[in-house]
């Protein structure tokens, strides 16, 4: 079965800092994956998918950037972060398969102060 | 764009009643899914719906699709203390296997015993 590895779980940042958060998968080839936020009592918000090596698309516009350097490695960087940044980011997973419900990793909450 | 509105985003119930999340899209959906997050948790899956008027059920949990497919119901009989958490529905428009997922803000389920 697939496994989503997303660390660190939570991290403390100050304004202008860089971020790097990343997302490894385990247990399956070729997967779709996503950067979710999810800011405090608020829905989620879709950052960033990719449906392979190198091939980002981006939702929202913002400071931030994603990357997917390998098939199972998905990347989420800031160069500075702003206090907004603060929330739960959530990588997901989907197979190849279009429609397949999301799969999510344990998330890391991240406090921009 | 796509418009996925949750209401209540709060509800409050003693152990035993029931509890309904309803689901109001602003565009008609090729399919519907629904994820439980427990607090201080990550959004997992529940189930997913996909024809017109489909009802679904798992022990106590029913789920509605709306005939012109955008709308969407949860209802949870008998609460329990193990169902606390926030519901969420996520609509997906266009084309079945598109990748846009747009959630709902959820509703944040609490059980009194």
């Known amino acids: 079965s697939q496994t989503i590895h997303q660390w660190p779980a939570t991290l403390v940042q100050p304004v202008g800092s860089p971020l790097s958060l990343e997302c490894t998968v385990e247990g399956t080839s070729n997967p779709n994956l996503y950067w979710y936020r999810q800011a405090a009592g608020r829905g989620l918000q879709l950052l960033f998918y990719s449906v392979g090596i190198g091939q980002i698309s981006s939702e929202v516009p913002q400071n931030l950037s994603a990357s997917r350097p390998q098939d199972r490695q998905f990347i989420l960087s800031s160069k500075k972060l702003l206090l907004s940044d603060s929330g739960f980011y959530l990588c997901?997973?989907?197979?190849?398969?279009?429609?397949?419900?999301?799969?999510f990793g344990n998330g890391t909450r991240l406090t921009v102060t | 764009g796509q418009q996925v509105m949750q209401i209540p985003q709060y509800q409050h119930v003693q152990e035993g009643e029931d509890f309904t999340t309803y689901c109001n899209s602003s565009?008609?959906?090729?399919?519907i899914q629904w994820y439980k997050q427990r607090p201080g948790g990550h959004p997992v899956f529940l189930i997913q719906l996909v024809k017109s008027g489909e009802v679904k059920k798992q022990k106590r949990l029913t789920f509605q699709f709306g005939e012109a497919k955008k709308n969407s119901s949860l209802h949870i009989t008998a609460t329990q203390t193990t169902d606390v958490g926030t519901y969420f529905c996520?609509?997906?428009?266009?084309?079945?296997?598109?990748?846009?997922?747009?959630f709902g803000k959820g509703t944040k389920l609490s059980v009194i015993p």
């Open positions: 997901a997973i989907t197979p190849r398969a279009r429609g397949s419900p999301l799969h």
């Open positions: 996520a609509g997906r428009a266009g084309e079945a296997g598109s990748y846009q997922l747009t």
């Open positions: 565009t008609t959906l090729s399919n």
